[in-house]
Nanobody, 119 residues
Framework: QVQLVESGGGLVQAGGSLRLSCAAS????????VGWFRQAPGKEREFLAA????????SYADSVKGRFTISRDNAKNTVYLQMNNLKPEDTAVYYC????????????WGQGTQVSVSS
C-alpha cells in the first residue's frame, strides 16, 4: 500500500515557477514509477511526466517538455515536479500517482493540489 500527498501548489503569475512535491509512505517506494497528472475544469486528466523508481528514467508529455522537470529522492520518499515559465493554461489540479514499475495501471493517487496561473 502506498499513500501519496501532494503539496506546493498555489497562485503564481505567468512566467513564474512552482515546485510541487509528492510525499509517499511505504518502504518499497523506490520500486514504484511515479507520475504527475493534471486536470483542468471541464477537461480530461492529462499525463505530464513520469520517473521510474530504480533507473530514474523520465518521460514527458510534449505539452510540458522543456518547461517541467520531474525528479525524485528515494531517501526522502518524495517526487518533485519543477514547473518553470508557467502559463495561464497550466491552471489545473495537479495529482501524483504511483504504479509498479512494470505495471500499466496507475494504482495509487494523491488528493491533488491546485495550481493557478494568472495572466
Amino acid at each position: 500500500q502506498v499513500q501519496l500527498v501532494e503539496s506546493g501548489g498555489g497562485l503564481v503569475q505567468a512566467g513564474g515557477s512552482l515546485r510541487l512535491s509528492c510525499a509517499a509512505s511505504g518502504r518499497t517506494f523506490s520500486s514504484y514509477t511515479v507520475g504527475w497528472f493534471r486536470q483542468a475544469p471541464g477537461k480530461e486528466r492529462e499525463f505530464l511526466a513520469a520517473i521510474v523508481g530504480s533507473t530514474f528514467r523520465t518521460s514527458y508529455a510534449d505539452s510540458v517538455k522543456g518547461r517541467f522537470t520531474i525528479s525524485r529522492d528515494n531517501a526522502k520518499n518524495t517526487v518533485y515536479l519543477q514547473m518553470n515559465n508557467l502559463k495561464p493554461e497550466d491552471t489545473a489540479v495537479y495529482y501524483c500517482a504511483a504504479k509498479e514499475s512494470h505495471g500499466s495501471i496507475w494504482v495509487y493517487w494523491g488528493q491533488g493540489t491546485q495550481v493557478s496561473v494568472s495572466s
